[in-house]
């Protein structure tokens, strides 16, 4: 079945450090994929996404590109602040199979100390 | 513009007792909507998706049920509450042939 494999970390950086998050998914089809963040206390927001190959996604300093050829979707950001202090999610919608259901990452917490 | 509630915010159930969690959705018709679970330290499990009224799936076998008794209004319940039902729920919905999930802002159930 498909599957989303992230960086599960956690990780702890400090203010206007670089962040990469690596997210990978496995589908039978080209998947449409989408970042997501939860702030405590919260539910998910959706961050960015990305519907076929080659398509960047950004939003808020972060970015993800959709690789078609190891189906990853990294997500990026050059200089991170305290208040992008957060849960991210990746997910994946398999475009050959049903649309009605998202496939997430096991989500990776991130701290950004001052 | 489209918006999501829940309530309650936080629920402590004792074990045993029933459980009725509501989900509804304004500003638009017809959603696909869906219940996850979130427990402590993990990641998203998805529980339920409607496509329509009436028309409930069941990702995985449990202790839970959902009902949607109306297009916008999605419920989770459960007749006698377990500790592993401890967790977060969140409840989302997404337009007919869209991309994007919308979540609500989540129900923290303590059950003790």
């Known amino acids: ?114 | 513009s489209q918006t999501i509630h829940q309530w309650p915010a936080t629920l402590v159930q004792p074990v045993g007792s029933p459980l009725s969690l509501e989900c509804t959705v304004e500003g638009t018709s017809n959603p696909n909507l869906y219940w996850y679970r979130q427990a402590a330290g993990r990641g998203l499990q998805l529980l339920f998706y409607s496509v329509g009224i009436g028309q409930i799936s069941s990702e995985v076998p449990q202790n839970l049920s959902a009902s949607r008794p109306q297009d916008r209004q999605f419920i989770l319940s459960s007749k006698k509450l377990l500790l592993s039902d401890s967790g977060f729920y969140l409840c989302a919905w997404q337009g007919k042939n869209q991309e994007t999930q919308y979540f609500g802002p989540g129900t923290r159930l303590l059950v003790l």
């Open chain 1, 1 to 114: 079945g498909d599957s989303v494999t992230q960086m599960e970390g956690p990780v702890t950086l400090s203010e206007e450090a670089f962040l990469t998050i690596n997210c990978t998914y496995t589908a039978t089809g080209y998947p449409s994929l989408f970042w997501y963040v939860q702030y405590p206390g919260e539910g998910l927001q959706l961050l960015l996404k990305a519907t076929k190959a080659d398509d960047k996604g950004s939003n808020k300093g972060f970015e993800a590109t959709y690789r078609k050829e190891t189906t990853s979707f990294h997500l990026e950001k050059g200089s991170v602040q305290v208040s992008d202090s957060a849960v991210y999610f990746c997910a994946g919608r398999d475009s050959g199979g049903s649309n009605y259901k998202l496939t997430f990452g096991k989500g990776t917490l991130l701290t950004v100390n001052p």
